[in-house]
């Protein structure tokens, strides 16, 4: 969401670039995704090799040619022995692109199996983390590592990487047989890439905290329209659409603005290989004139160093500009694996074990929770629940409810205290084992895209189209479905918008019945129904919640009087507990409330 800084500007609440140690670590961990494919990559490595190999061995022939079929020292040339050389060349040249297109192909076809491997492995990490992760990222910024952060390695996976190894062994290659053919001018003629080396040292800090700024730009701009898209109705509501606006315009200005930099500090790659390329070409046809009028060196031998010339600045200036795409790779590997790291701190134990089917006692002992360090949410909670009985938790919003049965599904983790069902710490099983025998109704449902079945069926997968029916009957679904025009297969749209309030809250308690968990949650899940239905939910639930535990935060306090245990809340902390009969007689907060309402 949008918040003013101190100059009045529109600004995001996590507007920072991350600016962690220059490091290879990140790329070092994507061999974890790429070691899989090795039996694969092995003839990929033997095509790159082969192809290497007669790149370096055509001018190879050209020089023999020359110097033996054209114009030789000792003798006259012969057509016929350079016809055998020309046909030597052909050959390595069709092998060469033989090997190449061998190579592409399937590289690209291993990096896309990489790629697909890292986003799902990204994906399932998002998955399990905690809430608390997401009350501190947007959704755009989790998006924008899903997507434009993974997309962004595509390339170095799928063409950089081996087009690096091949270049690199390409400059060893030329840098060995010039030594070979002529140790001094070989030396010679290299002695301005430790220079143009040195040169690019001092931009690579620059470029990598560039382009991993432009991906944080990226990021906000994706959060930006995320939010703007998700909240059009509060916008058009309050009038905001030019502050909204010119916000955007403000981070779409400022992202081309960086690209604009990161762009000029990459193109300065380009003028420097060439102005490197054309001083070694200078120092070769100078020193290599000499070489040749002292007869230390053949003619040939200079048109081949010419040849191998042309082609070292090639790779050069191709690694140049795989450089920058190591840099955005890199920026995009730290950014991809604080993520799998922020997952890593919530896991389950290594030892966790399945939670047996559960009676449904649950016990709070001495339960603490911070949202923020020194603003306690929950404080010193002690609770116990029969298995099987009703609980409804009450008090002013902020008093912590929904907060409380947030930790029973360890959504969030209590920082003092533990959470026992039956016995069993919840800390050592498994979530889904946890989760699984829980039933969450909130008052704002989620449902997604897809037909009413799908939306129901979402609460057990394997359930029947009879068990979907019976789910939806029992809840009073069944009625309004059924006047939809292709009743349950009726397709919905995002967050179910063609539906009502109230339709959505009856389809979120049909998923709930079909999951037939032991324990129930019932988050103000009646808030948007009206009270004709209200009464008849109430009817269902005292069928449901049998032999169930169930837990209910509700406002309205005429759903909740007939509960077994009624606790109130207030700033974190259990001020009164009893039924309904009880509290009343306390002269409490509880009778309070009632008779406010």
Known sequence: MLRRDKKHRFVYPDDAVMKSTYSWRSMLRLLQYILPYWKQLVPVAVMLLIGTLTKLAIPIL???????????????????????????MLLLYLIQKSAGRYRIRYMNRIGQRIISDLRLALFQRVQALQLRFYDRHTVGSVLGRITGDVNAMEELLTNGVVTMLMDSIQLIGIAVVLLIWNFKLGIAVMLVVPLMFMVSMVLRRKIRFSFQSLRFKQTRINAHLNESIQGIKVTQAYGQEQPNIHFFERINSEHIKEWDKASALNQLFGPMIEL??????????????????????????????????ASFWEPVTRLGQLYTQL???????????????????????????????VIGEVTLEGVQFEYEQGRPALQDIHLNVRAGSTVALIGNTGAGKSTLVHLLGRYYEPSQGRILIDGIDIREVTLHSLRSQMGVVLQDTFIFAGTIRENIRYGRLNASDEEV?????????????????????????ERGVSLSMGQRQLLAFARAVLADPRILILDEATANIDTEMEVKIRKALSQIQQDRTTFIIAHRLSTIRDADLIVVIDQGRIIEQGNHVELMKRQGVYRKLVEAQ
């Open 62 to 88: 050209i020089v023999a040619a020359i110097d033996h079929a054209i114009n030789p020292v000792d003798g006259e040339g012969s057509s016929m022995l350079l016809l055998w050389y020309v046909g030597g």
């Open 276 to 309: 490197t390329s054309a001083v070694g070409t200078l120092i070769l046809f100078w020193y290599g004139s000499f070489l040749i009028q002292s007869q230390a060196i053949t003619v040939g031998v200079l048109i081949g160093f010419s040849n191998y010339i």
């Open 327 to 357: 840099l955005v790779g890199m920026a995009s590997a730290e950014r991809i694996f604080e993520f799998m790291d922020e997952g890593s701190r919530h896991m389950e134990l290594p030892n966790a074990k399945k939670l047996p089917e």
């Open 469 to 493: 029916e019976k789910a939806a009957n029992m809840v009073f679904a069944h009625e309004f479905i059924s006047e939809l025009p292709q009743g349950y297969d009726t397709e919905l749209q």
